[in-house]
Each structure stands twice: as C-alpha cells, then as structure tokens.
C-alpha cells in the first residue's frame, strides 16, 4: 500500500529497498537521505503500474499467465524426444529383424538423426528471432515433425528408415534451442533455471513415459490390421504429436512485442522487467548476421558448448536405457516398466536442485554434484552385475540430468544480450553439442554388454572433463565480476550492474 513519509514523499509501506554499497557510512550505516532517496526511486521507475506494490501484483499475474501458456512445451517436449527414441523401444520388438538391419546400421540410424538436427538449429533460431511468431512457427515445425514419424512405420528397408531419421532431425532442431530462446525473451535470470528445468523435465518423463507407452503399444497392438507392433508405435506415437500441435498454435505465447493476449500495462511490464534484468532493452535491433558474426567470435561460445558435448557423451546410456535394462535379465514387458521408476526419479531431483540453484544464484557447484552423482552410477555398474546394484546405478546416472538442466540455464544466463546474439549462441552450443549424440551412439555397442565396462569407462571420462570445463568456465565469469566491480568503483557507480551468475 501506497502511503507518504512525514517529508509527503510517497514510500512503500512494508517494502525494504535495497541499498548500494556507497549508500553507508563508514560505519556501514544508511543515511537516512539515502533510504529517502532510494524510496523516491523505486516509486518513480514503477509510477507507470501505480506503485511498487501495484506492480509486484500486476507481476505475479503476469507470471502465472504466462507460466500457464509455456506449460505446453513440456508436453511438446515430451512428444518431441518420444518421437525421437521411440527407435530404441521399437528395437524390442523386430524393428531390426523386420528391416534387415546388419552390423552398425542400428547405431547409424539412432545417428543420422542429429546430423540433421545439428545442420538446422542455427538458422532456425535466426529466422524465429527475426519472425517473432514462435505460436505459429514451433507448431508449424511439430506438425512436420509428427508426419515424418509415422512415415517411419511405413519403411521396408535401411534406405527408407535412415531418409525419415534424417529429416526428423532437419525438423526437430526447431523446438529445444527455439524453446530455450523463447524462456529467455519471457523470463529475468532468477527465474529461468526453474522454468529451463520444469522444460527439460519434459525430457526426463519422456524416458519414463515413452517406454510405459511403448509397451502398451508393442504388447497390445501385435499384427493389428497386419502391422507389426513396432509400426503401430510410430503411427500412435506421431499421430498424437500432430493434433497436440494443433492445439499448441492457440495456447504458445509470442515474443512480449508481438503477443496479443497481453494487456497494454502487462506487455509495457513484460518489456521493462528484461531490460531491467539485463541493463538493456530486450528488443533493441540488431540485424540477423549481426548476432550470428558475434557468437561466432565469442570464445565462450565453444568452449561451453564443448563442456555440454563431452556431458551429453556420457548421458547417451539415455538411448540404449532399455538395453541397459534388459542386462537386468528381466523379459521385455518388465524392462520397459523397469525404465520408468529412475526416470520419475530424475524428474524430481532436476526440479529441486534446479529451484534451489535459482534460490541461491548459484549454478557451477549444482552441476558438480549431479554429475558426480552421475559417475559414481557408472563407477557401481562397471564393478558388478548384482541386480539390485546395477538398477540402483540407473538411477544416480539418470539423476545426471539434473546438472544438465542447470548448465543449460547457466549458459542462458551467461548471454543475455543483444537477443540476436543470444538466439544464434543458444542455438548453436546445442547444435554443436548434438555431436556427442553422433559420437555415444557408436559407445554401446553390443560386443561390449552385458556388462558395458568399456562404455561406463567413457562416460567417466566425459563427464569429468565437463566437470573441470565447468569449472574454467566458472573462474572466468568470476574474474568478469571482479573486473565489472572495480570499473564500477573507479567510475563512482552509485547502482551495481549486471553481474554474471557462478
């Protein structure tokens, strides 16, 4: 509530503002001119929402609005990896008997997806940063999408299953860095790591949910109007993605420019909290080649996306979790029911550890934990084949992802401006990263299980060298604050600016 101060200067009751540093005495103490000064401040920036607290509630409904309008993409999601894995279910039950897969033509298939996938991610983000219209764009593409996957349940042969992988990859590169972007356009800093990660948790439950589908589909729908089970799994599957985007086309939200269902107060605060988060307009124009010239010269750029390769190298045991599995001895009904408990698991230790590393404003030391967490799972499942022991490591290794989810909001957090910049830099370390799904789905091969050691041995290794890149990266954006604080003092800055997230 609005009221004055006995000099009539309006205040926000209840409101304890913060204070500069050079706002104190010597003793640390805050002048009593300064809290005036400050409180005049944080009325004046807010006087267009009538006040502090008017704006703080206009804000929360602002969020929930748009927090009910982005819970599509999890669902998306969820259909975007299923679409993209469900090949690994499919193998259980004769997708590579009934194609006359040979030798390495399995992991090539799983393979190919992301050459594709890597090729259109960057432009893709471009032209979504350039068209503003993600409501129309993303659904667009997931229709596409949808298609392709139930042509894949139509092949014959090696030829025609790898040209459907191909372009499911060409397709899907839209939706994950096009998803992050769109978070970033909506979201300040404190706020992202929770919403990448409630995203990404679609990705978690998809490992869960898609094996609990796939063995509905694969046990309930054998010789079904003459189709093998696996073909009923690419038709539902790709079937139920087409009419979701149909309705997503309604319910995404656009850009804060462009979205019409916004309020004029709700879209003019949804512009000022981003400049007020990164120091500049959000929406400041900056041509196409402009951001694409800037992320390319940013060393930054690939050192991290090369720290996200070498982790997504140790998650590909996600591609094979069924064949992991099934080393439990268990038949195929109950190794798909298996996967889905260390995949719930995973979704709920990505939710708290990524709530609590926005709390603290912390990233580096969440991401060490999990994946460490990671490789003692991998260190258990090399040392034995005792049942209980080895579906134990499933978990911890799921569990990986919650690390996963947090450096991909570090990395948000740590390019926040221009937005042309920041869509191309999003896009392209997830691209470039997509390399490391080339590169793990030739680490499982069958000569190597049942116990896998060799392949475990790699995921050791990866993530370790994500973990001591993690670490770089870290020093680097605390020598970055450091500089930004001693200009700051030297130039006798009253307010602290941006400062990167460690």
């Given at each position: 509530m609005s009221v004055t101060n006995e000099k009539g200067v309006p205040s926000d009751e209840?409101?304890?503002?913060?204070?500069?540093?050079?706002?104190?005495?010597?003793?640390?103490?805050?002048?009593?001119?300064?809290?005036?000064n400050s409180d005049v401040e944080n009325f004046d920036k807010d006087e267009e929402f009538g006040g502090p607290d008017n704006r703080r509630r206009l804000e929360k409904k602002l969020l929930l609005k748009v927090d009910l309008r982005m819970s599509i993409l999890v669902v998306i999601y969820i259909l975007n990896y299923i679409d993209r894995n469900n090949a690994a279910a499919a193998r259980l039950r004769g997708f590579e008997a009934d194609l006359h897969l040979t030798g390495k033509q399995f992991p090539t298939l799983l393979s190919i997806l992301y050459v594709g996938y890597i090729i259109m991610q960057v432009p893709s983000n471009m032209f979504l940063n350039w068209i503003g219209k993600p409501s129309l764009y993303l659904p667009a593409c997931m229709i596409v999408w949808g298609t392709i996957s139930v042509l894949t349940g139509i092949t014959h042969n090696f030829v025609g299953a790898l040209l459907?992988?191909?372009?499911?990859?060409?397709?899907?590169?839209?939706?994950?860095?096009?998803?992050?972007?769109?978070?970033?356009?909506?979201?300040?800093?404190?706020?992202?790591?929770?919403?990448?990660?409630?995203?990404?948790?679609?990705?978690?439950?998809?490992?869960?949910?898609?094996?609990?589908?796939?063995?509905?589909?694969?046990?309930g729908m054998e010789g079904k109007l003459g189709h093998a089970a696996w073909r009923w799994l690419f038709y539902i599957?790709?079937?139920?993605?087409?009419?979701?985007?149909?309705?997503?086309?309604?319910?995404?939200?656009?850009?804060?420019?462009t979205s019409k269902w916004l309020s004029?107060?709700?879209?003019?605060?949804?512009?000022?909290?981003?400049?007020?988060?990164?120091?500049?307009?959000?929406?400041?124009?900056?041509?196409?080649?402009?951001?694409?010239?800037?992320?390319?010269?940013?060393?930054?750029?690939?050192?991290i996306a090369l720290a996200l390769t070498s982790q997504v190298v140790?998650?590909?045991?996600?591609?094979?979790?069924?064949?992991?599995?099934?080393?439990?001895g268990y038949n195929r009904t109950v190794t798909l029911l298996l996967c889905a408990p260390p995949w719930a698991f995973a979704a709920l230790v990505t939710f708290f550890v990524s709530r609590h590393?926005?709390?603290?404003?912390?990233?580096?030391?969440?991401?060490?934990?999990?994946?460490?967490?990671?490789?003692?799972?991998?260190?258990?499942?090399?040392?034995?084949?005792?049942?209980?022991?080895?579906?134990?490591?499933?978990?911890?290794?799921?569990?990986?992802?919650?690390?996963?989810?947090?450096?991909?909001?570090?990395?948000?957090?740590?390019f926040p401006r221009p937005p042309s910049k920041r869509a191309v830099a999003l896009a392209l370390i997830n691209a470039?990263?997509?390399?490391?799904?080339?590169?793990?789905?030739?680490?499982?091969?069958?000569?190597?299980?049942?116990?896998?050691?060799?392949?475990?041995?790699?995921?050791i290794a990866t993530s370790g060298l994500a973990i001591a890149m993690c670490f770089v990266f870290k020093l680097h954006l605390q020598s970055l604050n450091r500089k930004a604080e001693a200009e700051e003092k030297a130039n006798g800055a009253e307010k602290q600016g941006f400062r990167y997230i460690l």
């Amino acid at each position: 509530m609005s009221v004055t101060n006995e000099k009539g200067v309006p205040s926000d009751e209840g409101h304890t503002p913060k204070f500069p540093a050079s706002s104190t005495d010597e003793k640390g103490s805050i002048s009593h001119t300064d809290r005036l000064n400050s409180d005049v401040e944080n009325f004046d920036k807010d006087e267009e929402f009538g006040g502090p607290d008017n704006r703080r509630r206009l804000e929360k409904k602002l969020l929930l609005k748009v927090d009910l309008r982005m819970s599509i993409l999890v669902v998306i999601y969820i259909l975007n990896y299923i679409d993209r894995n469900n090949a690994a279910a499919a193998r259980l039950r004769g997708f590579e008997a009934d194609l006359h897969l040979t030798g390495k033509q399995f992991p090539t298939l799983l393979s190919i997806l992301y050459v594709g996938y890597i090729i259109m991610q960057v432009p893709s983000n471009m032209f979504l940063n350039w068209i503003g219209k993600p409501s129309l764009y993303l659904p667009a593409c997931m229709i596409v999408w949808g298609t392709i996957s139930v042509l894949t349940g139509i092949t014959h042969n090696f030829v025609g299953a790898l040209l459907t992988r191909f372009f499911l990859g060409f397709v899907e590169a839209a939706f994950f860095p096009g998803a992050l972007f769109l978070l970033s356009k909506w979201y300040k800093r404190e706020e992202l790591g929770l919403r990448t990660a409630i995203l990404y948790v679609g990705n978690i439950i998809s490992n869960g949910f898609g094996t609990l589908m796939a063995s509905g589909i694969l046990n309930g729908m054998e010789g079904k109007l003459g189709h093998a089970a696996w073909r009923w799994l690419f038709y539902i599957e790709g079937g139920i993605t087409i009419a979701v985007a149909v309705l997503a086309i309604f319910v995404l939200p656009d850009f804060p420019t462009t979205s019409k269902w916004l309020s004029p107060q709700e879209r003019s605060l949804a512009v000022k909290r981003m400049e007020e988060d990164g120091g500049v307009n959000d929406e400041e124009s900056e041509s196409a080649g402009s951001g694409l010239l800037m992320a390319l010269l940013d060393w930054r750029v690939w050192f991290i996306a090369l720290a996200l390769t070498s982790q997504v190298v140790a998650l590909s045991f996600n591609a094979y979790f069924p064949t992991l599995t099934a080393t439990l001895g268990y038949n195929r009904t109950v190794t798909l029911l298996l996967c889905a408990p260390p995949w719930a698991f995973a979704a709920l230790v990505t939710f708290f550890v990524s709530r609590h590393s926005d709390q603290v404003q912390e990233r580096f030391y969440h991401i060490m934990g999990s994946y460490i967490t990671g490789i003692i799972g991998f260190i258990i499942a090399i040392s034995t084949m005792n049942t209980a022991a080895r579906y134990i490591s499933l978990f911890l290794m799921a569990q990986s992802y919650a690390g996963f989810v947090v450096l991909y909001a570090w990395i948000s957090n740590s390019f926040p401006r221009p937005p042309s910049k920041r869509a191309v830099a999003l896009a392209l370390i997830n691209a470039f990263s997509q390399l490391g799904n080339i590169a793990g789905s030739y680490v499982w091969p069958t000569a190597w299980g049942p116990t896998y050691r060799y392949s475990y041995g790699i995921c050791i290794a990866t993530s370790g060298l994500a973990i001591a890149m993690c670490f770089v990266f870290k020093l680097h954006l605390q020598s970055l604050n450091r500089k930004a604080e001693a200009e700051e003092k030297a130039n006798g800055a009253e307010k602290q600016g941006f400062r990167y997230i460690l």
